[in-house]
Structure formats: structure tokens, C-alpha cells
């Protein structure tokens, strides 16, 4: 690579490194297996160890503080919402009840402990209405992770929070289907990643950065012409 395609490629990089700190989609993903299953529907099939993945995205920007606790909830963007159990697809109903928005919730030193859980606000565990197929009445979804530590969140930034998260200082965990507050699905919690999708701004700038190196290695690649004849 020519010394000017290093010089650009490092400018494109130092561009989108000092770029200034905006809003980000974040996408939240758990993973875990079925312990028991006595719900019906499309969920008939599913028996004990068969996997469980729920995904969804949340804004960085778009949150609400609680007024009593030290927690932080994000707006879940329900359409990008997916709980897949052994190839069932279930997503939550919209618009959730109340207000209509499902949260993320973040908890730093809440008191002594730090977690996540999903709620219909932000200082209890409220179930949030999932439709399963086959079924007409919404059931309850509820999950929670709590540490028994509450050095493990820094703040309630959940940029801040990137990372994947096993079963480290393991305080909790809750990840239930039912009606009514009776259980009728349980999933044995495993992992939760929560990563950062890039800003277009800087997945174009990174673009650009490889078209350069890209045109550099076939520049290097070209054979050279033969000298002219005099």
C-alpha cells in the first residue's frame, strides 16, 4: 500500500474514531434453553433443552428515568422484537398495555446489586403481552437478570453496558412464559449481549477506508508495462 492510501485510510479511521458521540441503535440478545413446557399452541412441541433466543433493538437516545430508583428504561422497538423457541417465532403485542411502550431496563447499584429486566415501566418487573401462535389470549413474558454485585454497570448509559454477560456474579434470573402469574414455560437463562450497530456515517467512512486499500493491493497487483521501444 502506497504511503498516501496509508495516510488517507488513517484519516478515514481517525475521522470516525473522534466523531462525536450521537444516538445508536443497540440490539439486546439472550440466549438460554427450556427447562419445562406445558403451553400449548404452537408452542405443543417444545420440550425440555430445546433452544431459546430473544433479540430486540432499542435507541441509545429514546429512554425514560425512573423518579424513584436507580434504573433507566429503553423503549423496545416491538417490531424488531423476536422470541424464537425450537423455530416458533413469537413477537410482542403492539401496542403493549398502558402507555403501549415495552422497556429495557437498566439498574445501577439498585440498591448494592446492578441487572437488566424487561417491564412496562421502569421500577418493577411488569409482564410484558406476547402473542404465541396458535394461542388467542396474550400471554406473560417476564425475564430479569440480577448481579450480586453492583460493580458490573457503570452507569445507566447502555452504551456503556456493551458486552456479553454469562452467569457472572450470578444473583438471579427469571424467564418465564405464563397467565395470570402461573408459569407454564420456564428458560434456563444463559447469556445476554447487548452491542452497539454502527452509525452510518462511520460504516461509510470504514467503507471507504477499505475501497482505498482494496484499490491499493490491485495497483500493486498490475504488471508493469513493458518499456517503450525507441
Known amino acids: 500500500m502506497s504511503q498516501i492510501s496509508k495516510l488517507i485510510f488513517a484519516g478515514l479511521l481517525a475521522a470516525a474514531v473522534s466523531a462525536p458521540a450521537m444516538a445508536a441503535s443497540v440490539r439486546v440478545e439472550l440466549g438460554g434453553s427450556v427447562e419445562y413446557n406445558a403451553v400449548q399452541g404452537g408452542l405443543s412441541g417444545v420440550g425440555t433443552g430445546d433452544r431459546a433466543v430473544m433479540s430486540f433493538i432499542v435507541d441509545s ?7 424513584s430508583f436507580p434504573t433507566r428504561g429503553y ?4 417490531k424488531s422484537f423476536d422470541l424464537n423457541i425450537a423455530g416458533v417465532h413469537m413477537k410482542l403485542e403492539i401496542p403493549q398495555a398502558g402507555s403501549g411502550d415495552a422497556f429495557f431496563v437498566l439498574r445501577d447499584n439498585d440498591p448494592g446489586v446492578d441487572g437488566f429486566f424487561l417491564s412496562l415501566g421502569t421500577d418493577d418487573r411488569v409482564p410484558l403481552a406476547l402473542r404465541i401462535p396458535g394461542l388467542e389470549p ?4 417476564e425475564f430479569g437478570r440480577t448481579f450480586s454485585v453492583d460493580t458490573t454497570l457503570h452507569s445507566l448509559n447502555i452504551l456503556d453496558a456493551v458486552g456479553k454477560y454469562g452467569f457472572e456474579d450470578m444473583a438471579s434470573y427469571q424467564w ?3 397467565r395470570f402469574g402461573n408459569y407454564g414455560l420456564e428458560v434456563s437463562y444463559e447469556t445476554i449481549t447487548i452491542s452497539a450497530v454502527p452509525e452510518p456515517s ?8 477499505a475501497l482505498v ?4 493491493k490491485a495497483r500493486a497487483k498490475r504488471p508493469a508495462r513493458p518499456a517503450e521501444q525507441g
Open 61 to 67: 437516545d429514546n429512554f425514560l428515568n425512573s423518579a
Open 75 to 78: 423503549r423496545i422497538d416491538l
Open 138 to 141: 396474550a400471554h406473560e413474558l
Open 176 to 178: 418465564t412464559i405464563g
Open 202 to 209: 462511520t460504516a461509510a467512512l470504514l467503507g471507504l477506508g
Open 213 to 216: 486499500l482494496l484499490g491499493a
